[in-house]
């Protein structure tokens, strides 16, 4: 009851000061410098004809009577321009102008900004030195100028800045070296400098009077040891130290640190062996070392850190066994010791793991033989065994593997048969590798199962009878190894056999067929002029295949001209039968935009058409349209909207002009209208036709068409509605119903985005429309359309992401299979927590194709993750998007 009472003083209270007395124009005491500060960084939404309201400018907050700003945050909004003018504001406390297009020098006198506690200039293009003035801030608890051109050293001013928290200067061009003086911050709980060129040691003292949570130093040059310091407050959480110089070993101390989480040191010279007492830092999950010199045998404390997750200790020198109390890790997904001088069995305990999905032993000289049990748990996905000196037959059990998407068994001394069971290994694609082994006996047919492998190396070994004509349902295969064995008969004839180089076959005596030199029962040709044989069959295919082309070309077009006249008598018998059932309706308005189609349009033609059901193409959520064949021979697609009875009504001039200004909108990746009919109480929207129909109907083939959705064409396909739905943001239109049936693709499949005049016509916000509840198509929309009820930018880019998704995976939006209440969207989020591998979640049947389109696919689903992140904020922009999917694609 108390505690009510109280929620309502506090609503009355803050009801009051809610509505502010509006003071004297004398006392806008930063009236002047808003004003200048408006003309100069053009903020949108910061309203130049009435700047006494700066106090309510997005971003702008001010506190006292005489209304001085003391919070400036202005992150991402694409701004740039000559922030000098900022330092004028006195009693500034907050400044963030993080994410902008800010260049040139940070103004020295921001050191005049006596109050401000928390500057951050991270992630814009601010170049040359850190002013030394910055150090006059004493107030200054946080400092963020990551991401920038930064260079110089850090200023040696910054020791009088004893209050600071946090102190981020990664992602520059910084030289020197790192100051004592850093130790003697006694706040200091980050401290964030990595990717720079930072030079000479870590500070002795640095960590030991302060309370040190994060220190990342990560790529820099770093030399020297890594100071006791660092660990002596025990408070430190996240330690990345990662490609630096660093040598000596990890000092014993690290035990103080219970609460470290994240410990990583790869990539450094590091020697000696990992201190016992790391099982004493009960929170790590995380423990990285790779590529030093350490040495020694790995600790079997490290069992103690329960929460372990990955631990990674490849490149080293470590020597002995892998302790069997490792086996109690039960969180650990990644063991990697590749490349050291590792011994024993091969490790079983490790097995009881439940969570492993990467055990990567390679490069050791563990031998033995493997149990039969190997894949009794069931998630790794990546076993690496190869370059040891394991024996025995490969087990029946590996069948078991289901989940595997990468064996690697190479170079060991396996012996006996290659099992039939690993054909039930469905997941593998990225390679299974059995080269350089004692394998005898005849491939097994079964291999011919695994239907997303891309690469398969089973060379040097000595099996041996015919290559399996079953083998041609690898239909993933781009790379494959069969050479050294003594396999005979004839290849058989599947593209990525015959693509592959000779030397993919040679070594095998008894093998002949493309692409080996020797034909099967071709004794009389030599080695030396059966390569002039390929070439001359090759030219003569060509040339019988262009021909042929010529012929396709000819006869297509013949028959699209046949089609087009039956279309014209088809399109004419309707409006004569149209005429004599039914009057034509009065039209009241009508218009073309593009003065070169005014003759070829005919509007009663339009009307009738869509009256005619038989020429329904599509039914959208504001529309139906169908096809049109103008008298002329023109094809247009005919929009008629549903529901606009008042907006014709009552808006009618209104909608023309929003009509001919989307005309106008020039952007090769939207759909605009070339005219518009209106008659009764209904409006016609004219659209040339799309001759391929939409991204829906491509990626679900609901049209049959015969285009090949390959991965280059969907890639262009997302970059084209990315860039068109950029610019409508820029131009403020917000779209209303994106989706991959509201995207259609041209003559040349480029992407245009339909439907864009339903968010200007029948914006439901403005009144226009009797429609109420607008959200766009199920499965697009977004979360927090449950309590906003108004689709927004983010809203967009939420739509947008899902797109993506379909585009990636061929999968629904929605789609019963995902289980009850999932959605596209949930399911792809969810799939790491099911533990299941990108590889599982896009379709394989483009990822698997090569490498290049692989790695391209998994920097889309990074986008596409992004865009569908639940909270709005952290949606990129939908200009970001198209900068991250040009980014992917030159990858
Ligand atoms: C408000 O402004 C007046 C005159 O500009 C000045 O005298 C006064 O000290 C200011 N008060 C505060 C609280 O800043
Ligand atoms: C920014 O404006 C200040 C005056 O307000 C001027 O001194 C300075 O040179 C300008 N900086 C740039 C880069 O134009
Ligand atoms: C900059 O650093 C501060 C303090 O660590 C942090 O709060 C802020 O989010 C950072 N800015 C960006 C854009 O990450
Ligand atoms: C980084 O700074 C060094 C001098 O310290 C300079 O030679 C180099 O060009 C700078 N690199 C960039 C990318 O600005
Ligand atoms: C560690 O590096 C420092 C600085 O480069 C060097 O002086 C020292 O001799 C090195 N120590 C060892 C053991 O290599
Ligand atoms: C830290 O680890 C060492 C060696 O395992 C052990 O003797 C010591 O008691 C541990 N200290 C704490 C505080 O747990
Ligand atoms: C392990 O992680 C869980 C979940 O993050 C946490 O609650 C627990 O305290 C951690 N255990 C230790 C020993 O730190
Ligand atoms: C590890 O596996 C167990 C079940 O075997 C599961 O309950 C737990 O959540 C898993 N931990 C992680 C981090 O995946
Ligand atoms: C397979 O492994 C061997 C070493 O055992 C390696 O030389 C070869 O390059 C690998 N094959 C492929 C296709 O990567």
Redesign the pocket.
């Known amino acids: 009851m108390a505690s009510l009472c109280c929620c309502f003083v506090l609503l009355v209270v803050s009801l009051l000061c809610g509505s502010r007395p509006r003071p004297a124009a004398g006392q806008l005491q930063d009236l002047p410098t808003m004003v200048a500060l408006q003309r100069e960084l053009m903020v949108v939404d910061w309203d130049p004809n009435s700047p006494s309201t700066y106090c309510s400018w997005r971003g702008v907050t001010c506190a006292g009577s005489n209304q001085t700003v003391v919070a400036l945050d202005l992150p991402r909004l694409g701004l740039r321009g000559n922030i000098s003018l900022i330092s004028e504001l006195l009693s500034l406390k907050r400044l963030d102008l993080s994410s902008n297009s800010f260049h040139g020098s940070i103004p020295s006198s921001f050191g005049n900004l006596a109050l401000l506690e928390f500057l951050d200039l991270s992630m814009n293009k601010f170049e040359n030195w850190i002013p030394s003035s910055l150090g006059r801030i004493r107030n200054l608890k946080s400092l963020n100028l990551s991401n920038n051109l930064l260079s110089g050293e850090i200023p040696d001013e910054f020791k009088y800045l004893e209050r600071l928290q946090e102190l981020q200067i990664s992602g520059n061009n910084l030289s020197g070296s790192i100051p004592d003086w850093v130790g003697s911050l006694t706040d200091l709980r980050v401290f964030s400098a990595y990717e720079n060129s930072l030079v000479g040691v870590i500070p002795n003292n640095l960590g030991s009077v302060s309370q040190l949570e994060v220190l990342n130093l990560h790529s820099n040059l770093l030399e020297g040891v890594i100071p006791e310091s660092i660990f002596m407050s025990g408070k430190l959480q996240v330690l990345v130290l990662t490609v630096n110089r660093l040598n000596g070993s990890l000092p014993a101390s690290v035990?103080?640190c219970?609460g470290l989480s994240s410990l990583r040191i790869g990539n450094n010279r590091l020697v000696g062996s990992i201190?016992?007492?790391i099982?004493?830092v009960s929170s790590l999950t995380y423990f990285e070392a790779d590529n030093n010199h350490l040495s020694g045998e790995i600790v079997p404390?490290f069992a103690?850190c329960s929460n372990l997750t990955l631990l990674n200790l490849a490149s080293n020198s470590f020597t002995g066994t892998i302790p069997e109390k490792l086996g109690e890790l039960k969180n650990l997904q990644e063991f990697i010791v590749s490349d050291n001088i590792l011994t024993g069995e091969f490790p079983k305990s490790i097995l009881r793991c439940r969570n492993l999905s990467k055990l990567d032993l390679s490069f050791n000289r563990f031998k033995g033989s493997l149990p039969e049990d190997l894949c009794d748990m069931s998630r790794l996905q990546f076993l690496l065994l190869d370059h040891n000196s394991i024996s025995g037959e490969i087990p029946r059990g590996i069948g078991n593997c289901i989940r595997l998407l990468e064996l690697h068994m190479g170079s060991n001394y396996l012996t006996g048969k290659i099992p039939p069971e690993i054909g039930k290994i469905k997941n593998l694609q990225i390679a299974l590798n059995l080269s350089f082994n004692h394998f005898r006996g005849p491939l097994p047919q079964e291999l011919g199962r695994l239907d997303k492998l891309v690469s398969l190396d089973v060379s040097n070994n000595q099996l041996s009878g015919d290559i399996p004509s079953e083998l041609k349902g690898m239909l993933s295969l781009i790379e494959v190894n069969f050479s050294n064995n003594h396999l005979s008969g004839q290849i058989p004839i599947f593209g990525p056999f015959q693509k592959s180089p000779r030397s993919s076959f040679s070594g095998n005596k008894d093998l002949c067929g493309d692409p080996l030199d020797f034909n099967c029962g071709d004794y009389f040709s030599s080695v030396d002029d059966s390569d002039d044989h390929k070439v001359s069959y090759k030219i003569i295919l060509a040339v019988v295949g262009s021909g042929l082309t010529v012929f396709t070309t000819v006869s297509v077009v013949v028959s699209l001209f046949m089609l087009r006249e039956r279309q014209e008598m088809d399109a004419k018998g309707t409006m004569v039968a149209g005429e004599v059932v039914v009057t034509p309706p009065q039209i009241t308005a009508g218009n073309v935009f593009i003065d070169s189609l005014k003759q070829a349009i005919d509007f009663d033609c339009a009307v009738k058409a869509t009256l005619k059901d038989s020429n329904k193409l599509s039914n959208a959520t504001f529309s139906t349209t169908y096809k049109v064949v103008m008298p002329s021979g023109l094809v247009l697609s005919v929009k008629k909207l549903k529901s606009v009875d008042r907006t014709v009504v009552h808006h009618q001039n209104k909608m023309i002009r929003e009509l001919e200004r989307l005309g106008n909108l020039c952007h090769a990746n939207l759909m605009r209208p070339i005219g518009y009919v209106i008659y009764e109480d209904v409006a016609l929207l004219l659209h040339h036709h799309m001759p391929n129909g939409t991204l829906a109907q491509l990626l679900h083939n609901t049209t049959g068409t015969e285009l090949e959705p390959d991965w280059p064409r969907r890639l262009s396909i997302a970059i084209g509605v990315a860039e068109g739905l950029a610019y409508l943001h820029h131009t403020a239109i917000i779209h209303l119903d994106i989706s991959s049936g509201n995207i259609f693709l041209d003559a040349n499949s480029s992407a245009l985005i339909g439907e864009i005049e339903i968010s200007k016509l029948l914006d439901p916000s403005k009144g226009t429309a009797s429609i109420s509840a607008v959200a766009g198509s199920f499965g697009y929309i977004p979360p927090e359309y449950a309590y906003t009820m108004q689709v927004t930018v983010p809203g967009n880019v939420y739509s947008f992401g899902v797109v993506l998704l379909e585009i990636l995976t061929s999968r629904l939006p929605v789609d019963e299979a995902f289980g009850e209440g999932i959605d596209l969207v949930k399911w792809v989020h969810n799939a790491s927590g099911r533990g299941e591998a990108p590889e599982q979640i896009m379709d394989a049947r483009l990822s698997t194709v090569s490498f290049a389109w692989r790695k391209q696919m998994l920097a889309v689903l990074k986008v596409a993750m992004l865009c569908t992140e639940n909270t709005p904020a952290k949606r990129p922009k939908m200009k970001k998007a198209v900068e991250m999917l040009l980014e992917a694609k030159e990858n």
């Open positions: 035990g103080n219970q201190p016992v007492s099982g004493n404390e103690q």
